[in-house]
Structures are given as C-alpha cells and as structure tokens.
C-alpha cells in the first residue's frame, strides 16, 4: 500500500504543482492551498488536467498571509496520514496549523525552499523558532537550509536535503548550442546583438539589474543585454543612458517555451540578485547549456556553482567582479563551452523527478 501524504502550501506555482504532479506517481498525495491566487502573480492552473494528486483549495481567491483560514483544522486529523508536510511556517494559516499539529500530538514535517541567515529582533526571533522547532523531520534544498533550521536549534540528524528544481529531464540539453544554433535563435527573437548576456526575472531592486546595466557599460559593442521579467523600473532606463549603454531590450515575462528560446539564443546567464532564497532561474540557465554568474546571495547558486568551473560566484551589490566574469566568458569560447557543459553535468542531479524520487525514498 503506498504511504499517504498531505502537503500544506500556499499556492500552486507551476513550479510545485509539476513536482506534486510528479511525487503523486509514488505516493498517495492530497496537497491542501491556501489559496488559488496571489496578487503579485496569476497561474495557469487547470483543474481539468490529469493530475497524480488530490488538490484541495481553502479559499478560491487571492491568498492572504496574515489571515487565518480555520478551514484548515478538519483536515489536521490523528492517524489521516502516514507523513503531514508543511512549507510556509511564515503564513498564519500553516502557522495555526503547526500549533495545532503539536497540540493533538501528530507529528509533521518541515520543508523549505530555502533558507538565508539574518539578524531578527529577539521576540520575532523566539516565535519563528517555536514555530520552526519540533518537527520530526526538516527537508532542506543545501548547506544554507541546514544552517537556517540550525539556528533554531534542529538537530542535523533530523534534516534530509532533496535537489530543488523546476527542470524535467527532458528539458535539459545533451550539449550546449553551437554559435550557428545561437545565431538562428537570436535571428528568429528579432535580438541584433551577435552577443548576448541574459537576465530573468521580476523588475525588483533585489534581482541587481541596475548592477547588470552597469556592468554591461564595459561588454564590447557587439553585445547586448536582454532581461526578461516584465516593464523596465524607469531607475534603469536612467542608468543605462548615464552609463551610455543603449544595447539594453527588456521583455515581459512570457510562456515557459518562449523564455526557453532566450535562453538558447544567449551565450552567458547572468542574476545579480542581492538575496535569493533559492533562484530557480539558475537551474533553468544551467539546462539550457548557458554558463551562469550570480551572487553569493543566490543559494542556488552556492548550491551548484563551483566557483570557476561550474559558473561564477561574485559578492553581493558589486559590478566590476560582475563585469570582469563575464567579460572573460565572452572573450574564450572554449572557457564559455566548458562551463557550460559542467553546468549541463551538475544540473542532472537537480529535476523535478529527482526532488520526487528524493521525497518517496525517506516517505
């Protein structure tokens, strides 16, 4: 008889719903939403799609973080399930959940996308780590996730890594595009650029494209910038024409298959983000056959990367560390295949069917 697992989430990113979709093949899966919807982002989800899980939805809307919806207790039952997974400890909702789990004595377990250090005022510090601690088990993506749940005193023993991905085998490359490929994909994008540096993702002051943008001041004439995400910040358009770097094209966020094209067409993958708590951008580059640089505050990033073989890894809010790597990646084709190809090697081990085979094993 195969194991019954409830997971307690927020929404349906498509990213979770392939790896629920998955994991569903292995086990017997109800995932329980707080909501349908969230008003920084709409998804596509289509409940007449064959699906290997049960969905249920608290609220059919917008989600609400500071809102408890008591919907949630009926489904908190002794003996319903063999494993209860919670993922947003933050949310009011799972956090009145996680009270009620220690309250009736059934024991559940922690899982984080991520997990980054920072300095908390002491109250705020003592109710995260009541409401992190006494789980039987604490799924963590790498090192950082470890040293997150650490802080809060959760044994080692206790935490399971599993590789975090929104990549399906079958999306990953045999090899990276050769420059022929490249230029018919830059050829059909309308990009006149023969060089082409990538960045994806929301228009933030997080994701460092302003750092990019100055940056790219140093990139040759025959290369351009391309980030896609959605409308430019006007900061940016400003500081693109105070550095005088008009080869700049930025791109609303569009359909999986289409950012795929940009990333096939782009020869080097750059996130300058100032704080990811994981950054799946960086898998999506690395199966797409693209060398990557980003920060240090990109745990994805710190996960994959071996600094100089597998990508690059620069500070947090510095340029010319940015500039400098990829300058050297545009200047030796033989160093940019190479680091692709690395990048192709790692992100084998980080797809949506290895983050579910990682789950059912420990199940």
């Known amino acids: 008889m195969r194991k019954k697992i409830l997971f307690i989430t927020n929404i349906p990113a498509p990213y979770r719903v392939d790896f629920f979709n998955e994991l569903g093949k292995l086990v017997d899966l109800t995932v329980l939403f707080e909501a349908k919807t969230t008003k920084a982002a709409s998804f596509n989800y289509n ?98 996730t470890d040293q997150f749940f650490a802080q809060f005193g959760v044994p080692k023993e206790r935490i399971a890594r599993y590789p975090f991905s929104s990549i399906f085998e079958r999306e990953i490359l045999g090899r990276p595009y050769t420059a022929e490929e490249k230029e018919a994909e830059k050829r059909a994008l309308g990009i006149p650029y023969r060089r082409v540096v990538l960045s994806v993702g929301r228009p933030l002051h997080l994701k460092g494209f302003d750092l990019l943008i100055r940056a790219a001041s140093s990139f040759s004439e025959d290369t351009g910038v391309v980030i896609v995400g959605g409308e430019p910040r006007k900061e940016w358009l400003d500081l693109a024409q105070e550095v005088g770097f008009d080869r700049l094209r930025f791109e609303t966020f569009c359909s999986k298959e ?75 084709d033989a160093l940019r295949e190479c680091v692709a190809l690395a990048g192709l090697e790692t992100v084998r081990g980080y797809t949506v069917e290895a983050m579910a085979r990682a789950h059912a094993a420990l199940f």
Not at 102 to 108: E, G, H, M, Q, S
Not at 283 to 299: D, I, Q, R, S
Request: neutral net charge; contains cysteine; hydrophobic residues 40%.
């Open 47 to 144: 409940l007449d799609r064959t699906l290997n899980f049960h969905a249920v939805f608290l609220s059919g809307g917008d989600i609400r973080e500071r809102r408890v919806d008591w919907k949630i207790l009926p489904f908190l039952k002794p003996g319903r399930y063999d494993h209860v997974v919670v993922t947003n400890y933050g949310y009011a909702t799972e956090a009145v959940a996680i009270l009620a789990l220690k309250a009736r004595k059934i024991p559940y377990e922690m899982e984080l996308d991520g997990g980054t250090l920072k300095r908390e005022n002491p109250v705020s510090r003592l109710l995260k780590q009541f409401l992190v601690r006494g789980a039987e088990r604490y799924w963590s993506t790498g090192e950082q």
């Open 258 to 332: 289409d950012i795929r094209r940009f990333y096939r067409a782009a020869d080097v993958f750059v996130l300058a983000t100032r704080g990811d708590v994981w950054g799946l951008v960086v898998n999506e580059a690395m199966a797409n056959g693209l060398p990557v640089v980003t920060t240090l505050g990109c745990v994805a990033g710190c996960e994959m990367i071996r600094d100089g073989r597998s990508g690059y890894l620069i500070p947090c809010e510095t340029w010319e560390p940015l500039a400098e790597c990829v300058n050297r990646l545009l200047n030796d």
